[in-house]
């Protein structure tokens, strides 16, 4: 494998400086893991690239730093409200468990009622059936008797 | 909330991925300016720069768990978000809308790079680069195009962009 070609083409500068493609990327990851000679130039490049931007490093307005704690601090605050505490946690999970526990005992309760009401027009049919052979016996009775 | 403190690279790398405060703090003194040196290579405008620099600060936090230290050193990564930053800020500008969008005529020195009042780092080393050279560094890594669309907006064959961009790269090697 010729791996002085991928140390002299440019790729090594064009992944440092962030414009190779994905599969130049790939590439270029294969070669470092597989020859020390290609791992050794790409982190020499790396480093002087670095070295270059701290020798040149220009102090940015103080603002900026304040700025970027405060947005820290608050994604923190946020993190926390939308994973809260395990007591937390415990209380919301009680309040469900005890309306879905009413909810299931008012079901329960209006499906007794309703077996209930059921019952009920079944009685009163039965007692009108029984009410309706009384009374044709009796009228049975008179007829012949008479 | 200067840190008192240094970390190895490693160290660094631990503490990000566990938000650790501290570390993030020491990254922000040591990093911060030589990120913001760069973001200075791509704008002249401050407000924008600084707006830059918060954003790839705020991405670094966030995406730290994204970070694979066997493919690159932490500080290639944190370039990397602090160029794509500063790329997409000045592509929705309106001026740099308007410029991505004229067409670059053929000849190569209508791309003046010379108009930049700010001369830092990688861009002050490019000014030694041969024209030709310098105007393909310029269109790759300062502006974001690929080597196609360099090819069409000089109106030069592909494999003439991909020689000269491999001298370009070459002779900057050698000047850092």
Redesign the interface.
């Known amino acids: 494998m010729n791996t002085k070609s991928h140390i ?3 790729s090594i ?7 190779s ?1 994905p599969e130049e ?1 790939d590439e270029l ?1 294969r070669m470092k ?1 597989q020859f020390l000679d290609v791992c050794t130039e ?2 020499e ?6 070295r ?3 020798n ?6 103080i ?3 304040w ?3 405060e ?2 601090r608050r ?2 605050e946020r993190k926390e409200e939308d994973e809260p505490v395990i007591s937390s946690d415990w209380k919301v999970i009680e309040k469900a468990l005890r309306e879905d526990l009413e909810k299931k005992n008012e079901l329960s309760f209006s499906q007794t009622i309703t077996i209930h009401k059921g019952w009920l027009v079944f009685l009163i049919g039965e007692l009108a059936i029984a009410v309706l052979g009384l009374l044709a016996m009796l009228v049975h009775h008179i007829i012949h008797r008479g | 909330m200067e840190s008192a403190f240094t970390y190895t690279e490693y160290e660094l790398i631990q503490g990000l991925k566990h938000r650790d405060t501290v570390v993030y703090a020491y990254l922000y003194d040591r990093y911060a300016g030589a990120l913001y040196s760069i973001i200075l290579d791509f704008t002249n405008d401050e407000g924008m720069a600084a707006d830059a620099l918060q954003e790839t600060f705020i991405k670094i936090w966030r995406n730290i768990d994204s970070y694979d230290t066997a493919r690159g050193r932490l500080f290639t990564w944190m370039h990397r978000i602090a160029r794509n930053t500063v790329l997409d800020k000045l592509r929705n500008s309106e001026y740099q809308h308007s410029r991505l969008m004229k067409p670059v005529e053929g000849d190569v020195a209508n791309l003046s790079i010379d108009d930049h009042s700010y001369v830092f780092g990688l861009r002050e080393l490019t000014t030694n680069l041969k024209k030709e050279h310098r105007v393909l560094i310029d269109l790759s890594y300062f502006q974001g195009y690929t080597q196609e669309e360099i090819s069409k907006q000089l109106n030069i064959p592909l494999g003439t962009v991909k020689t000269r961009l491999r001298a370009a790269l070459a002779a900057l090697r050698k000047m850092i």
């Open positions: 002299t083409d440019g500068e064009r992944f440092v400086l962030g414009f493609t990327e990851y893991i790409m982190e490049v790396e480093r002087r690239i670095e270059i931007a701290l040149r490093a220009i102090i940015p307005p603002t900026v730093k700025e970027i704690i947005s820290i994604e923190i």
